[in-house]
């Protein structure tokens, strides 16, 4: 096993900060948005890029940027709700699709209890 030169810690220690650090810098922790990383799955399951999913949303009348798209799957930009809509539609999904299943357990659990009403 190798030893790093300056601090002496073992090569397997210093790899695994630099992996937690890398994992760190692309975590957020207050989020502009939950559905960042479900765009970002329905984006790689239609086999666009982001500049391809940028393209394809201005084509539906909604004037974004590749750069936007990285913001909103980073969940450093806030998402509009007719802005999740609109991206629900591009991607061929629905917007369920593109919340958190624990959002919409508690959503369905509201409607539930409004009809019972």
Known sequence: MGFHKTCGIPHVLTQALRLKS???SRTRPNPKNVAGPFIRKAR???GMS?????AKCQRHG???SRDIVARIELQTRWLADFELQKMANVLGVTIGDLIPRQKRIIDEACALSQLEQ
Do not use: G, M
Not at 50 to 54: D, F, Y
């Open 22 to 24: 890398s994992v760190e």
């Open 44 to 46: 790689y399951a239609a």
């Open 50 to 54: 982001q500049p391809e999913l940028a």
């Open 62 to 64: 909604w004037n974004i």
